[in-house]
Nanobody
């Protein structure tokens, strides 16, 4: 069992930055692929970024490429999402998720554990 706790969300003006953190419990964090999803009101979950168990093979959605950076620190059981040049359309609840398969997946169904989410609001 893995528990994920996100932090770092908040209200920011367009053009600003936030860094989300996702802290995982347990000793097997380094074996999980990790993803950041977001869900805006009335929209489906969207995979924003993901990284495999080794910290390589990162994925970015086209809408965030060049602005967001995912990283992980397996020694600290934490995955991060650095978000720069934020736009109002980035407003959503952001969730981190862990996949036992060790790699990342586009499909939310492939992720076994989810955090509770953290709200990101970008004002124009």
């Amino acid at each position: 069992q893995v528990q994920l706790v996100e932090s770092g969300g908040g209200l920011v003006q367009a053009g600003g930055s936030l860094r989300l953190s996702c802290a995982a419990s347990g000793r097997t964090f380094s074996s999980y692929g990790m993803g950041w999803f977001r869900q805006a009101p009335g929209k489906e979950h969207e995979l924003v970024s993901a990284v495999n168990r080794y910290g390589g093979s990162a994925y970015y959605a086209g809408s965030v490429k060049g602005r967001f950076t995912i990283s992980r620190d397996n020694a600290k059981n934490t995955v991060y999402l650095q978000m720069n040049s934020l736009k109002p359309e980035d407003t959503a609840v952001y969730y981190c998720a862990a996949a036992r398969i060790g790699s990342w997946s586009y499909s939310a169904a492939q992720y076994d554990y989810w955090g509770q989410g953290t709200q990101v609001t970008v004002s124009s």
